[in-house]
């Protein structure tokens, strides 16, 4: 039973009414819902997303950069803030561009996995699994900042406050954390179902801010541009051409947290509504416009009403504050309210934004998991459809973070930025050479075309990144490089580790040339009552036809009846469609129908029970637990690897289902043996 592919450890909940669970149980399934079943037609419709709450979910990533990205570009003017006339144009243009890019990959790629796949596909597995490693740093990063800037707008308000209160800064953070984590362990659509309010009221407040802001200082226009000849007229004289470019790039390049959500719904394909690509691309189309006019709006803001840099304070504060905090209306002072409002709504926004790392971040992991980059477990499904693994550990590294960096913004950012905009720089390189091979150009006549999209993204991509890395190297940027540089390495090892057992279990497969040939036709009839072992397999190879011989040669002439049990097992690589899991189905029955003619073969007696989920634990000792009322006299066996020299990271690699089985199984009464299945050096 046990073998390098994934699988699902047990939760320890038991699937009996609700009056017969413990009070964990109850808990439990209070906190993060009822199971869901795998089999129901209806179940894709009810978890997938139309693009308005993709939008919400992925979208809400880009959107929410604004509250800090165009911060960092405009802070880096310095004196030469009439180049925010520039720098706000290049920024909407940047955000266009970069999603026009990543909706070409979403039309060649319809099944998600953006960055990670378009690098292993295009550019090789070992580009992969940098873009992979990059976009889970990327992701815990997005989590952790989302949450530090959430938590630097609510406290802007009380700024002026006594210290204890600034002391809970941390405090709930890390509470918004935790909530988010488990709300995503319920699943996707609720999260986000329960977040639209937030995600509307912000569109509304920064739109009121932005508009506030333009139409209240119609008459500083003139001025402004009148700025933009006599600034640049001062800068060139004393600073050169090149340094007055050198600068502007700089502010350019460290606003590139405005960017850094982009990618998110060309990674998040697999949760949209059909038809996935269409909807998908309007996705983007709501976060490109949306963000292009937020961002450039609000660098265009700071420069009308004259924002500055207050320290405790975020300068989307000061905006909201000089434009309405001293409005009253009849002796009440809703100024202040709305701009209580405002703050309040972006902040909870950041805490939405963190919800494209507890969507995407797993998803990403399960694709690598698959792919044997990450212990396979990080593929698997939860009995409420959901990463539980990926969830957990991204919840986790992210409060690690967190708290290791003090919730810094400035910090977060640096780092949050480059890994972004590895996977970026990835993703455009591998579009380049996808257009360039000689099959695509002679299939598609407007390749020329076609690939101007993406040079323009590298080129600005690669910019971007080089410029950070460069100016923040000292800063943050040199522990993000080596955070990547190391989980890289990781990665590459497990691999290595994961190709040498694949290899050495196929020479079990050698097997299958021995074995007796179809001369047995006649179906022999299985008696109920005699002695019957039930062997639990995975797909039709040398490993389960091992198992089979060992328990005939343990127990010779004893067990009269053989019966396979297989469990299709749906990870995240499979829960694609209905159709998905039909395949899976279908497939565990091919493999259990072998099973069953070689036993024919073989002069035994033998049927197959099989069912399909998302747990193998839960959904083998359920089936084990009807076996056992069919068969009185039945012997459970499954198979397990055991390595000639174990190490601690064995158990972390490989599943430990059989155990987990037999420990279920032993509890209710019903025997069960494993089998040693030998894994030579």
């Known amino acids: 039973m046990d073998n390098p592919s994934p699988s699902t450890p047990p939760d320890g909940e038991k699937t009996s009414p609700a009056a017969e669970l413990s009070v964990s149980q109850r808990l439990r399934r209070a906190v993060f819902g009822e199971k869901r079943d795998v089999l129901d037609p209806h179940l894709f419709e009810h978890i997938s997303l139309v693009a308005f709450l993709a939008w919400v979910g992925l979208g809400a990533d880009g959107l929410s950069s604004s509250s800090y990205g165009p911060e960092e570009a405009f802070k880096n003017l310095g004196d030469s803030q009439y180049l925010a006339v520039f720098l706000a144009l290049l920024t909407a243009l940047t955000v266009l561009i970069i999603a026009a890019a990543y909706s070409k990959i979403i039309e060649h790629f319809p099944f998600g996995g953006g960055g990670y796949v378009v690098a292993t596909r295009l550019l090789g597995p070992k580009a992969g699994v940098v873009s992979g490693s990059a976009l889970l740093i990327d992701y815990i990063l997005t989590i952790t900042t989302s949450i530090a800037a959430g938590g630097d707008a609510i406290f802007s308000i009380f700024s002026n406050l006594p210290p204890w209160v600034m002391a809970l800064k941390m405090p709930v953070e890390v509470t918004a954390l935790l909530v988010l984590m488990a709300m995503n362990i319920r699943g996707v659509k609720e999260s986000v179902t329960a977040l639209v309010p937030i995600f509307l009221i912000f569109l509304a407040t920064h739109a009121i801010v932005i508009g506030g802001a333009i139409v209240l200082h119609l008459g500083h226009i003139p001025a402004v541009l009148q700025s933009v000849p006599t600034g640049l007229h001062h800068d060139l004289g004393t600073m050169g051409a090149i340094g007055l470019m050198l600068m502007f790039l700089k502010a350019y390049s460290l606003g590139a947290g405005t960017y850094t959500g982009i990618e998110a719904v060309s990674n998040g394909l697999q949760i949209m509504r059909e038809p996935r690509v269409k909807t998908a691309k309007r996705t983007m189309v709501y976060m490109a416009i949306s963000l292009a006019i937020t961002a450039g709006g609000i660098i265009i803001a700071y420069l009308l009403v004259g924002v500055h840099h207050t320290e405790g304070q975020t300068m989307n504060y000061v905006l909201a504050n000089n434009l309405a905090g001293s409005v009253t209306l009849l002796g009440v002072p809703v100024g202040k309210g709305f701009v209580i409002i405002t703050l309040m709504s972006e902040a909870l926004l950041l805490f939405v934004a963190a919800q494209a790392g507890f969507i995407d971040g797993p998803r990403v992991m399960a694709n690598m998991a698959h792919d044997s980059w990450l212990p396979h477990q990080f593929s698997a499904l939860s009995d409420r459809l959901t990463m539980q693994n990926g969830v957990m550990l991204m919840g986790f590294t992210s ?283």
């Open 399 to 681: 409060l690690g973070m967190l708290l290791y960096t003090g919730g810094s913004v400035d910090a977060l950012v640096v780092m949050y930025s480059i890994n972004v905009f590895v996977t970026f720089s990835l993703s455009q390189a591998g579009m380049i050479r996808y257009w360039l091979m000689a099959d695509t150009r002679t299939k598609h006549t407007d390749w020329w075309k076609q690939i101007q999209i993406h040079i323009v993204g590298f080129v600005l991509c690669f910019g971007i990144l080089v410029v950070n890395v460069f100016e923040k190297f000292t800063e943050g940027a040199w522990l993000t490089v080596v955070v990547t540089g190391t989980l890289v390495t990781i990665c590459l090892l497990i691999k290595k580790h994961y190709n040498g057992v694949l290899k050495r279990l196929q020479r079990l497969d050698e097997i299958l040339g021995a074995l007796p040939g179809a001369d047995q036709t006649k179906e022999l009839a299985i008696d109920r009552l005699k002695p019957t072992a039930v062997l639990l397999v995975g797909g039709y190879s040398g490993l389960g036809i091992h198992s089979l011989l060992t328990v005939l040669r343990l127990f010779p002439r004893y067990y009269s009846n053989v019966v396979f049990m297989g469990v299709g097992v749906v990870d995240s690589a499979t829960f694609q469609g209905v159709e998905e899991v039909d395949r899976v189905r279908a497939q565990t029955e091919a493999g259990l129908e072998k099973y069953v003619a070689l036993a024919h073969r073989m002069g035994m007696p033998a049927e197959s029970r099989m069912s399909v989920g998302t747990e193998a634990v839960a959904e083998c000792s359920r089936l084990a637990t009807d076996v056992a009322k069919e068969f009185p006299r039945a012997m459970f066996f499954a198979g397990k690897l055991i390595f000639e020299r174990e190490r601690w990271f064995d158990k972390l690699l490989h599943n430990e289902t059989a155990y987990a089985i037999q420990r279920r199984l032993q509890f209710t009464g019903i025997a069960m043996v494993i089998l040693p299945v030998r894994v030579l050096e």
